[in-house]
T-cell receptor, first 113, second 110 residues
Framework: EDKVVQSPLSLVVHEGDTVTLNCSYEVTNFRSLLWYKQEKKAPTFLFMLTSSGIEKKSGRLSSILDKKELFSILNITATQTGDSAVYLCAVGLYTGTASKLTFGTGTRLQVTL | NAGVTQTPKFRILKIGQSMTLQCAQDMNHNYMYWYRQDPGMGLKLIYYSVGAGITDKGEVPNGYNVSRSTTEDFPLRLELAAPSQTSVYFC?????????FGPGTRLTVL
């Protein structure tokens, strides 16, 4: 059974801190790993990773994938209260006819003043 | 582009009632998906479609049906609503493995 595990489940930090969110996976037919940010509504796309060791960056957020050890991390530097959200990791699987996503349960991040 | 749209935003059903959740996208994506998200949980795939006329089951298809008569529309049907189907339902469409989500439908079955 395909499995995506995120840790920690929840996290409270002070504004300005740096956080690292973890995602490990055990799946067949791996195609990609995606990170989403979910505030009150629908998930919004952050990154898609397909190759090991290549860091993707967007402002204060960055992510990297290790396909040998089957995990990814999402880093947020100089956190702000607007970063408070649930961060979802999903692994894209190729089924032969389509790409499906298997989601982890998410990490709830709360950034306090 | 409106992206992915879903209706209704909220709905309360009685046990045994039926309803259809509507989903439409205007990005000409072939792939479309229905997920449910229970409180504090990740998203679970209900059904997906690779193109008009083609649908397939995801992880949790029981109690649901879908159809895909056009590229744009992918409605989800609940025939006999049960309390276990209380959830938030997200529709998504994708291109190159990146999925774009609709705003969700919050469904309560009492």
């Amino acid at each position: 059974e395909d499995k995506v595990v995120q840790s920690p489940l929840s996290l409270v930090v002070h504004e300005g801190d740096t956080v690292t969110l973890n995602c490990s996976y055990e799946v067949t037919n791996f195609r990609s790993l995606l990170w989403y940010k979910q505030e009150k509504k629908a998930p919004t796309f952050l990154f898609m990773l397909t190759s090991s060791g290549i860091e993707k960056k967007s402002g204060r957020l960055s992510s990297i994938l290790d396909k040998k050890e089957l995990f990814s991390i999402l880093n947020i530097t100089a956190t702000q209260t607007g970063d408070s959200a649930v961060y979802l990791c999903a692994v894209g699987l190729y089924t032969g006819t389509a790409s499906k996503l298997t989601f982890g349960t998410g990490t709830r991040l709360q950034v306090t003043l | 582009n409106a992206g992915v749209t879903q209706t209704p935003k909220f709905r309360i059903l009685k046990i045994g009632q039926s309803m259809t959740l509507q989903c439409a996208q205007d990005m000409n994506h072939n792939y479309m998906y229905w997920y449910r998200q229970d409180p504090g949980m990740g998203l679970k795939l209900i059904y997906y479609s690779v193109g008009a006329g083609i649908t397939d089951k995801g992880e949790v298809p029981n109690g649901y049906n879908v159809s895909r008569s056009t590229t744009e529309d992918f409605p989800l049907r609940l025939e006999l609503a049960a309390p276990s189907q209380t959830s938030v339902y997200f529709c998504a469409s994708s291109w190159n493995n990146e999925q774009f989500f609709g705003p969700g439908t919050r469904l309560t079955v009492l």
